[in-house]
Nanobody
Framework: QLQASGGGLVQAGGYLRLSCAAS????????MGWFRQAPGKEREFVAA????????YYAGSVKGRFTISRDNAKNTAYPQMNSLKPEETAVYYC??????????????????WGQGTQVTVSS
């Protein structure tokens, strides 16, 4: 139901824009989040956006560099990731939280998950 795409290889300081396309759920009513997981590490929160797009929430490590947005007409959510760092190499996952929810950071609060897309940042 959630398809993440847009990952790839980028040099440190570069940028990527990921996409998360939703199907089979009322996308416009769900708050959405992005998480990432590096090898040997726990999944960590990156950013979230409320169902309306009116509120966003970022991990401190990405604030000011990443921007999360959504296009409800296209059933798609996007994180624009700028000034990427090698330590941000990970599989990035999108997730849908709940209808009419706020932007939240805890993975267990999310009901639906995409398959992930690999982001590799070279130094």
């Amino acid at each position: 139901q959630l398809q993440a795409s847009g990952g790839g290889l980028v040099q440190a300081g570069g940028y990527l824009r990921l996409s998360c396309a939703a199907s089979g759920l009322a996308f416009s009513t769900y708050s959405m989040g992005w998480f990432r997981q590096a090898p040997g590490k726990e999944r960590e929160f990156v950013a979230a956006i409320s169902w309306s797009g009116g509120s966003t929430y970022y991990a401190g490590s990405v604030k000011g560099r990443f921007t999360i947005s959504r296009d409800n007409a296209k059933n798609t959510a996007y994180p624009q990731m700028n000034s990427l760092k090698p330590e941000e190499t990970a599989v990035y996952y999108c997730a849908a939280d709940r209808p009419f929810g706020t932007a939240r950071s805890r993975a267990y609060e999310y009901d639906y998950w995409g398959q992930g897309t690999q982001v590799t940042v070279s130094s």
